[in-house]
């Protein structure tokens, strides 16, 4: 099993920036897919990011251009660069990992979401216009 914890959420205005961090433990010399989901109530969670083992990733349409996903396996800490906020980029943003798939070519289908197995409890991130 691995733990997520995220951390660096915020409130911003339009335009600013802001920079997500997940810090594994546990089981983390196994390798996982990693990904950033979020979600406003009373909608459904959604991929925003992801990133498989050999770096390569991949955005949801939304925040292509704006957002980067990263990782730096010394620290076993996920990163989520988000430029250019926009107020509907307004969520709670959770990071997850999945050893049952290791890649996808759509982060924001909701097949993919349900294969992901751990969770971190979520980082508030408010933008305002």
């Known amino acids: 099993q691995v733990q997520l914890v995220e951390s660096g959420g915020g409130s911003v205005q339009a335009g600013g920036s802001l920079r997500l961090a997940c810090v594994a433990s546990?089981?983390?010399?196994?390798?996982?897919?990693m990904g950033w989901f979020r979600q406003v109530p009373g909608k459904e969670r959604e991929g925003v990011a992801g990133?498989?083992?050999?770096?390569?990733?991949i955005y949801a349409d939304s925040v292509k251009g704006r957002f980067t996903i990263s990782q730096d396996n010394a620290k076993n800490t996920l990163y989520l660069q988000m430029n250019s906020l926009k107020p509907e980029d307004t969520a709670m943003y959770y990071c997850?990992?999945?050893?049952?798939?290791?890649?996808?070519?759509?982060?924001?289908?909701?097949?993919?979401?349900?294969?992901?197995?751990?969770w971190g409890t979520g980082t508030q991130v408010t933008v305002s216009s």
């Open positions: 997850a990992a999945s050893s049952l798939i290791s890649h996808t070519s759509n982060i924001e289908a909701i097949g993919v979401r349900r294969l992901f197995q751990y």
């Open positions: 546990g089981h983390t010399s196994k390798t996982y897919y």
């Open positions: 990133l498989e083992s050999n770096g390569d990733t």
